[in-house]
Nanobody, 116 residues
């Protein structure tokens, strides 16, 4: 079975940066279009950035220009570089496929807290 493990979260001040990692076992992530999702308190999970197998990327308006999704096939890992962080970015961040009908099981996510 495919297992997704997110890491890299933590507490950071507004304006700071973090890099999140999504590692997988049981499958090669380069074969799939992947995305980063987040779930803030009291809100539904939302897609914030995605990357296709060919390397095309997209991001939500709320993070455009600040977050960058990338992929390192040699390490079987997908990354999310987050710059200029804002308090409203506070959430638990998850990775998964962007095709809803073929989601892998969700991992535990990694918590990002942006606060002074």
């Amino acid at each position: 079975q495919v297992q997704l493990v997110e890491s890299g979260g933590g507490l950071v001040q507004p304006g700071g940066s973090l890099r999140l990692s999504c590692a997988a076992s049981g499958s090669i992530l380069s074969a799939y279009a992947m995305g980063w999702y987040r779930q803030a308190p009291g809100k539904q999970r939302e897609l914030v950035a995605s990357i296709t197998r060919s390397g095309n990327t997209n991001s939500a308006d709320s993070v455009k220009g600040r977050f960058t999704i990338s992929r390192d096939n040699a390490k079987n890992t997908v990354y999310l570089q987050m710059n200029s962080l804002k308090p409203e970015d506070t959430a638990v961040y998850y990775c998964n496929r962007i095709i809803r009908s073929a989601f892998f099981d969700w991992g535990q996510g990694t918590r990002v807290t942006v606060s002074s």
